[in-house]
């Protein structure tokens, strides 16, 4: 019997999860912003000053892709890089007050994000679809 891949509980998130980010990615554009630049503002908000390294761990993302990110993000005057009081020879990322502007002015979308998919979704529902994506997630890492 060939393996079903429509049933494949993999292949079933990884759609919908590529479904909700490319949702949330067009909805950001239109603002100049995309969705993975959002997701840096909001952790260096969230978090105050961090090096890229703590950068790319929060957003699970590569130390290259968090570089040519950062650049692009210093370039539009959303973050700047500081020197580490602590160690002359590392930099820390700030978020600046137009990235703070910027956050700011496109939470609403990911909030009306957050609504329009989980619409019809009970509060049970919700903490259930979290809790089994939680044990999914601990079920694949090492």
């Not at 005057?77 to 990322?93: E, F, H, M, S, T």
């Amino acid at each position: 019997m060939l393996f079903d891949l429509d049933s494949c509980i993999a292949f079933i998130t990884n759609n919908a999860s590529k479904k909700i980010s490319d949702c949330f990615n067009e909805r950001l554009i239109k603002q100049g912003l995309t969705r993975v630049q959002w997701i840096a503002l909001y952790f260096l908000e969230k978090h105050g000053d961090m090096s890229q390294k703590d950068l790319a761990q929060k957003m699970d993302i590569k130390g290259s892709s968090t570089a040519r990110l950062v650049d692009r993000m210093e370039r539009d005057g959303y973050v700047k890089r500081i020197p580490d009081k602590n160690d002359r020879r590392a930099v820390k990322l700030m978020i600046t007050d137009s990235g703070k502007d910027m956050l700011q002015k496109l939470t609403p979308i990911g909030e009306q994000l957050s609504q329009d998919i989980s619409k019809g979704l009970s509060t049970e529902e919700i903490a259930v679809f979290k809790k089994v994506i939680q044990k999914m997630i601990e079920n694949v890492e090492p």
